[in-house]
């Protein structure tokens, strides 16, 4: 029996004037899975959590959400983190997601209840009744995102949710979006940070410029690169470069090179018979980051990682 994607899309296009935000985007996200779209600044990536939504229509393309291609009529399964962070300054933390859930059906009561203990699963019991203006924007934003959830959604959308979080708080967030997986949600977010798509997500899409670049596993992704070799050569003379693959580069006293489709027994013979030696070896898989350079070029993924610094 196949089981029905949490959601999917088909061929998204949006254009915003004369701009095209997404151009022919295919998204299927497995029930129970941490799916991630993963993209520079102004890829396209909340244009299409938008869309696929409902929040804006495509121009043209097909989606569908927990089996129905009206998604605004699920939404009372749906927990949303949009990119716009905002909670009444006014009101206490437990209020707060109290009231997010009350949004969408849940009871006061059940609400305030939940919210104690979700609040205390994070670690952040202590802060129920300090008013969000007293909290740190950090703090604040994780509050909005225990709202987004206290109804427990079947679905759960969050919009670079690690965006504006310092490093405790992010790691929180990664536990909790695993723990949400664990209860049998299926989650959504995007990032333009490599790190928590590489550690979390079980599929990914990669966006960049509204057009799609990669859609599979992790695994799969860095299996679409040759293994890469790191040698450190005994003998690092002038002769050794002309004997390594052509795509060799220098790194700390020895060279990394993609592992020949041959393998490397031909060329590790000829390195101890030429007298190089072998000081150190490694073979490694190639990571999200090289992936990426690979997909959407240096430049860009040096723009996003500086980004990402900027953020933290
Ligand atoms: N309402 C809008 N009107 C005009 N242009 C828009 C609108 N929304 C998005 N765009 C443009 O569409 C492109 C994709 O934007 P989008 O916000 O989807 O990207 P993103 O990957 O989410 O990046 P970011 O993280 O910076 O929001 C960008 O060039 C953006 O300027």
Redo the contacts with the bound molecule.
């Keep these: 029996m196949t089981v029905e994607p949490a959601l999917s899309a088909t061929a998204l296009v949006k254009n915003?004037?004369s701009?095209r935000?997404?151009n022919g985007v295919d998204i299927s996200v497995p029930r129970g899975s941490i799916y991630g779209i993963l993209?520079?600044?102004?890829?396209?990536?909340?244009?299409?959590l938008?869309m696929l939504l409902g929040i804006i229509d495509p121009d043209s393309g097909d989606r569908e959400l927990l089996g129905t291609t009206r998604p605004r009529t699920a939404s009372n399964r749906i927990g949303y983190l949009p990119?716009e962070r905002g909670l009444y300054p006014g009101m206490k933390a437990r209020e707060a997601i109290a009231f997010m859930g009350a949004l969408r059906g849940l009871p006061w009561a059940e609400g305030r209840s939940r919210a104690d203990l979700l609040l205390a699963d994070a670690g952040l019991g202590h802060a129920a009744n300090d008013k969000i203006k007293k909290l740190s924007k950090g703090m604040a934003q994780f509050v909005q995102l225990l709202g987004s959830i206290v109804h427990r959604p079947e679905l759960i959308v969050l919009?670079?949710p690690f965006s504006g979080l310092d490093p405790v708080n992010q790691e929180r967030l990664e536990a909790l979006i695993l723990a949400e997986r664990d209860r049998g949600a299926t989650i959504l977010f995007?990032t333009?940070v490599m790190g928590h798509a590489e550690r979390l997500c079980d599929r990914l899409a990669i966006?960049a410029s509204?057009r799609l670049r990669y859609e599979g596993s992790v695994g799969e992704a860095r299996a679409t690169m040759p293994m890469q070799a790191h040698y450190t050569p005994r003998d690092n003379g002038e002769a050794l470069a002309a004997l390594l693959p052509a795509d060799a580069v220098r790194e700390n006293g020895g060279y990394v090179f993609n592992v020949p489709d041959s393998g490397m027994e031909a060329l590790l013979a000829m390195l101890l018979e030429s007298g190089h030696g072998i000081a150190g070896l490694s073979l490694e898989r190639p990571s999200l980051h090289d992936v990426f350079v690979k997909l959407v070029g240096e430049e860009t993924v040096e723009r996003m990682e500086s980004e990402a610094e900027e953020a933290a």
């Design positions: 915003f004037g701009k935000a997404v993209g520079p600044n102004g890829a396209g990536k909340t244009t299409t938008r990119e919009d670079e995007s333009h966006i509204g």
